[in-house]
């Protein structure tokens, strides 16, 4: 399936978009004539670890993990861990 539709073929084909959605994990744009006004359709649990990137990220978990991931040896001394921030 195309992965940009028009408002009109979007509205067509909404169904299929759907499963396209759930079963391929492919994001569908909506394109308009004002690209600023496009949207973005995707699946529920990538948009959900989205969320989650970002929030590791923002509050620095994230390198943190990446960070303990490169160095260590599959080991994390619990002494270092914030657990008021988790």
């Given at each position: 399936m195309?992965?940009?539709?028009?408002?009109?073929?979007?509205?067509?084909?909404?169904?299929?978009?759907?499963?396209?959605?759930?079963?391929?994990h492919?994001?569908?744009?909506?394109?308009?004539?004002?690209?600023?006004?496009?949207?973005v359709i995707i699946n529920r649990k990538d948009y959900e670890a989205m969320e989650e990137t970002m929030a590791l990220m923002m509050n620095g978990q994230l390198q943190d993990a990446l960070e303990r991931e490169k160095n260590s040896?599959?080991?994390t001394n619990i002494d270092d861990i914030d657990w008021d921030n988790l």
């Open positions: 195309q992965q940009a539709f028009t408002p009109s073929n979007a509205r067509q084909n909404f169904f299929a978009i759907l499963r396209d959605t759930a079963t391929e492919r994001p569908i744009i909506i394109q308009q004539k004002d690209e600023n006004l496009d949207a040896v599959g080991v």
